[in-house]
């Protein structure tokens, strides 16, 4: 990180996994309605899918809504404070894994088969962009506190934190 920067970016990589995944997720359900891509539903899970597609997208949504408003995360970003209350005590990276659930519920939604392999490639690419960039400056900028905090605390999937 260079020396002069006293703080963290403002939004990271964010909105380039969140323009990008939704973006795919959009034209992947346009070009299955179109049926440019292929459909394939087992009508026995359609309802199934959908139930827990609108589950994900509300889920997503609330978590969006708890890490921006309720965790401030602005705040700790431009106070150099490492914010591991409310949504980021559940995921380290909540913003984006609200993206990845609402991403995923659209997905689920649908129903379409084949599009379920989009919620892996955007977990994957998730993965790839934290560990490079955003967990490689937090680690510079915070070092012992956010590798325990780590430790603690799923990167992508909201779940329990460990040892609490």
Known sequence: MKEEQKHLPMYGVGPFYGI??????????ILSCLSILPVARIQTLTWCLRIVGGLLVVGGILLWCSAVFRAKIDDGILNNHLV???????????????????????ILLYANLWLIILPF??????????????????????????????????????????GQ
């Not at 980021?88 to 519920?105: D, H």
């Open 84 to 106: 591991v209350s409310g949504a980021y005590a559940w995921v380290r990276n909540p913003c984006y894994s609200a993206f990845f659930l609402v991403c995923t519920g659209a």
């Open 121 to 162: 490639v955007y977990w994957l690419y998730m993965t790839i962009l934290m560990v490079c960039t955003e967990e490689k400056w937090l680690g510079e900028l915070y070092g012992q506190e956010y590798r325990d905090y780590c430790k603690k605390v799923n990167r992508c999937i909201p779940w329990f934190p460990k």
């Open 20 to 29: 990008g995944i939704i973006g795919v997720t959009i034209v992947s359900i």
